[in-house]
């Protein structure tokens, strides 16, 4: 797992996010999770595609849940910190509908780049953000903040990357508005190492309530 530099996350690798047992122990779907197809990528260098106008930022704070009605999420957040290697920890795996937030970082739908990441699978089977990967430009990502708002963000992209070919400033960099990340396991699969990359999500306010 890369590492954090200042206050840049460090990318959450394959193996934090998902491994994939429980399609070893013969998984109800017997498959690995969707990913995004190429239609679903960011033109360009850019992930930014004009669906939807930005909102005006938020002043920060902590977020409570998150919803993504197009793909049935609506889980708690929980805060992330970094484990003693200096790595974005993840939620606990053993909690399939939990997702978490780097709390050391910017909160969702305040200036800056807010990550968002959760479990595509555990031993049980699929995990909060198992579906992610089906997730289309466009579509809403709503987060319940502390101080009573809602946050509600438009996807411009949705990209897999192998995990050694991660682009950190892209994913991770700063925001001149305020933006997503949402970020799980995907890329092909091997029984021997799990996951082989990481599914993530770009999107930027386009509301509040």
């Known amino acids: 797992m890369r590492r954090v530099k200042d206050t840049a996350i460090a990318a959450v690798t394959a193996v934090a996010l998902g491994s994939g047992a429980w399609l070893l122990l013969g998984g109800a779907r017997g ?26 930022a938020l002043p920060p704070s902590p977020p409570d849940r ?39 970082g910017t909160t969702p739908g305040e200036k800056g780049t807010a990550i968002v990441a959760g479990h595509v699978d555990n031993a049980q089977g699929p995990a909060v953000f198992y579906d992610l990967g089906a997730l289309r430009k466009g579509a809403e990502i709503e987060v319940d903040r502390r101080d009573g708002g809602t946050a509600v963000f438009t996807v411009d992209a949705v990209e897999a990357y192998a995990a050694d070919a991660f682009p950190d400033e892209k994913v991770y960099g700063p925001a001149d508005r305020p933006e997503l990340r949402v970020i799980t396991c995907g890329g092909p699969y091997s029984r021997s190492t799990g996951y082989q990359g990481n599914v993530v999500v770009f999107a930027h306010l386009t509301g509040s309530r």
Not at 38 to 51: E, K, M, Y
Not at 70 to 98: Q, R
């Open 66 to 104: 998150v919803r993504i009605p197009a793909i049935g999420v609506d889980a708690p957040l929980t805060g992330l910190g970094l484990t003693e290697t200096g790595s974005l920890d993840v939620p606990p795996a053993g909690k399939k509908n939990l997702a978490g937030w780097y709390e050391a």
């Open 31 to 56: 498959e690995a999770p969707p990913q995004p197809s190429a239609a679903q990528a960011a033109t360009g260098q850019s992930t930014r595609t004009d669906r939807g106008a930005a909102a005006p």
